[in-house]
């Protein structure tokens, strides 16, 4: 229950709904309970006015007898409707304000979670799947929804109900109202007892259902593999196993569901025969009326409801307990790396970079990345890091643009630490494309758009061109307009590089940083890119991370990094000289090319 009380600040934002909200249950309940006291006093009527009509003569005496009665009676009929028309004027009324309530409710926690994922760095992503993001900002507020709306409406429902009749009841006879209400908490435990085992069920059948959709979801994603090794069968034999402990699971809750509804009409069954009886006795003692047992009846009837309600409200309430807690996990995860407190500045960089005695190791594995890696980049110089895969080259990248802060040394940035930089000021000068990029699901323009705003049709191209490829792109269907990304068409893996080049060029960026991005390209198109860097971006520092050599740019510096350590660096003709690793590496490379040709 602690942890709902993170849901107080909405409560107190919609206060005046909420207390609305409660009156309107308050009123819709008041007008239910006065239904069987009208209904008590037309019984009576009737009762009286027949025997009046008995003993003075028997009804054939009394030939105005139907018509005064029914007259009586289209009275109280009247009374009833026009009860039960207030009654449901004013739960509609409760709804509007309450259900809407925690529908409003919902939206902001909806708004307030995604804000907040969105302030958490990368080693947080890094730490929890995409799956469990997404189960919190939608399943588990949906939960937690469900318990500001219909739980709490009910829950509110369910006292006044309880208060207002009980309250009837007493007046009427007091011996009457114990031996009436006797069954009624075996009906609210019994029914807390089989909704906690439905519960317990349908949590496992989710989970199976998790199973089974990854099952699917796997084998569709691999379906290249499935099909190439011919092991269809085999995954559908797979499929058709979880499918089964599925079934089995769901049969189960069936099971527990269909014992549900009858036990609450027997437990109902046994408060009415016992009101009835007793009701009889009472009446025969003169203490009550023949319509006052009607009454009680009808009340054990309205009660049935809300005493149902209490076990489900309860179960209700502990799984939205439950979800609010794994909402609050995240929501109190606080980022690490923030922005320093400095003043918001969007001043150009002149791309000094100096790296002085960095090590880096990855919080969650342990894994030293970098170890004691030094070297300076003055502006406008072009530099190469080079190295075997595992060699800590992305590492570097996301240092750089402060994805990590650095666990020893530190990263000037033209003169100034990097953790006293702007973090958004950092983040928008450097045109950064990662390793793994990723096209939204927009068209072509929208992606080299993005985190440009109003970047116009020509510029796209423009930047298009620059990054080798606008010929792609005016060969897809749509051309710019074309849909990318998951729902759109699907491009080669050198297509997306580029598109994401020319994204990172369309931010007009002061230090462009390229990290393994010119993998999938062919030498012609990369030797246009790279001579785009070399002269529309002179002046500009960049730094080229790659695994194979690039003969066509002359790069200031060139750093091989090897186990996580700078092994060796130098220009291209020192390294060549020093006859190491690089020297070995281009000997391979040219070969490789010969044999090409
Ligand atoms: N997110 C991460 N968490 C833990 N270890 C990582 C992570 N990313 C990379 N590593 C490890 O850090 C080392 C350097 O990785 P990386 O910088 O990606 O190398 P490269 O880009 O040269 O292939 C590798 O040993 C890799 O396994
Ligand atoms: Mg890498």
Known sequence: MRHLAYLNKFFWKYRWRFLLGIVFVGLANWFRV???????????????QVKHYQETGGIAAHPEAYRELGGQIAWFGAGVIALALAMGLFMFFMRQTIIVMSRLIEYDMRKEIFAHYETLDLAFFKRNSTGDLMSRISEDVSKVRMFLGPTILYGLDLIFLFVLTISSMLRVNLTLTLWSLLPLPFLSISIYWVSTMINRRSEKIQQQLAALTSTAQEVYSGIRVVKSYAQEEAMGRHFAEQSEVFRQKSLGLIRVDAFFFPLMLLMVGASTIITVYVGGLQAVKGNITAGNIAEFVIYINMLTWPVTAIGWIASLTQQAAASQKRINEFINTQPQIVSPDVPASDERYRGH????????????????????VSFEVMPGEKLAIIGRTGSGKTTIADLLVRMYDVTEGRILLDGVDLREHDLYRLRRHIGYVPQDMFLFSDTVQGNIAFGKDGL???????FAKSAAVHDDIMGLPKGYETL?????????G?????????????KKPDIVLLDDCLSAVDTNTESQILGYLDQALADKTAIIITHRIYGMLQFDKIIVLHDHKIAEAGTH???????GYYAELFEKQSAGDMVGK
């Open 34 to 48: 006065w239904q069987p006291k009208v209904i008590r006093d037309a019984l009576d009527t009737v009762i009286s």
């Open 353 to 372: 970079i100096v790296f002085d005695n960095v090590t880096f190791v990855y919080p969650d594995t342990g894994i030293k990345a970098l170890d004691k």
């Open 456 to 462: 116009t049709r020509a510029e796209a191209e423009f």
């Open 484 to 492: 990318v990304g998951e729902r759109g068409v699907t491009l080669s």
């Open 494 to 506: 050198g297509q997306k590089q580029r598109i994401s080049i020319a994204r990172a060029f369309a």
């Open 573 to 579: 003709e020192s390294l060549l000289a020093a006859g």
